[in-house]
């Protein structure tokens, strides 16, 4: 099963199954798709920090602080979506 | 629902000519190969099939339970988990009396346009109580039945969401359910 798949890749250290398995996540399962679905995350936050806008520390300290690690990695998840809906370019209704 | 776990050739190295079907055909032969390149090991695979059941009394005096992959809630649930690398496992009652405006989709990984127009193509919960009001069944479950189907692992689902909602049917003294993919 794709779970134990996943396992056994971790414990092999298998980067390149875990990040392909990541990469047809996000892009709903085309490999490619999802690797630009990653760059278009990250240019996203990008784009928002580079005029030195005032952003909430406290909270980012106090999430990582007082959060498992577990929900900051569900959060992650969550902000890629979030960032990828933001950019205006949403691949993801089922037609990929 | 029984699965065999001895004898399983890994994800990668199985040949599909031994999946057997109903009928003994595969109707859409190469799928899997495609879901196994898309999905690396995601499929389940059961030696064991279940029995077909048959009804002990009519259809028109049956109450009729639907359960869909469709990831269809009402407004205002907890939006299934969309964005889990793994899946979401859990599931959503909507009461069979719902207005279809008063549903919502949460999924990501098929085409809603249509659905978002008429939920009733994915979720059709106007058409079920019109043909339970016609006395084609003879009336719904108190609840309707929802999950996501991006769930990634087949045996975990098996184990644990399929059985909540066969234990949900029960509760709701189903007679005969109908299962609809998204």
Not at chain 1, 35 to 64: G, Y
Not at chain 1, 65 to 88: D, N
Request: glycine share 6%; hydrophobic share 35%; charged share 30%.
């Amino acid at each position: 099963m794709s779970r134990e798949y996943l396992k056994k890749a971790i414990a092999e250290d298998d980067k390149e199954k875990l990040i392909r398995y990541v990469r047809l996540h996000f892009g709903d399962g085309n490999e490619q798709a999802g690797t630009d679905e990653i760059d278009k995350a990250w240019i996203e936050a990008l784009k928002r920090l580079i005029d030195f806008p005032p952003t909430n520390r406290k909270f980012i300290f106090d999430a990582i602080e007082q959060q498992s690690e577990e929900t900051l990695a569900h959060l992650f998840f969550h902000l890629h979506f979030y960032f990828v809906q933001k950019s205006g370019d949403w691949i993801h209704d089922g037609n990929l | 629902m029984e699965t065999s776990e001895s004898n399983q050739p890994s994800d990668e190295t199985r040949d599909n000519s031994e999946i057997p079907s109903s009928s003994e055909k595969q109707l859409r032969p190469g799928l899997w190969d495609v879901v196994n390149e898309r999905y690396p090991g995601s499929m389940i695979h059961n030696d064991d099939f279940v029995s077909m059941a048959t009804l002990d009394k009519p259809l028109g005096e049956c109450r009729l339970g639907f359960v869909s992959t469709s990831g269809v809630q009402s407004i205002g649930s907890m939006p299934f988990d969309v964005v889990h690398p793994v899946g979401d496992y859990t599931f959503r009652r909507v009461p069979s009396d719902t207005p279809a405006d008063q549903l919502e989709i949460h999924q990501l990984k098929y085409p809603t346009d249509g659905a978002n127009r008429d939920v009733n193509v994915v979720y059709p919960i106007e058409r079920l109580r019109e043909i339970a009001a016609a006395g084609v069944v003879g009336e719904l479950t108190g609840n309707l039945y929802s999950f996501i189907g991006y769930n990634m692992d087949p045996r975990h689902l098996e184990r644990t969401l399929a059985e909540d909602i066969a234990d949900a049917f029960e509760e709701e003294q189903a007679d005969v359910v109908l299962a609809a993919p998204a």
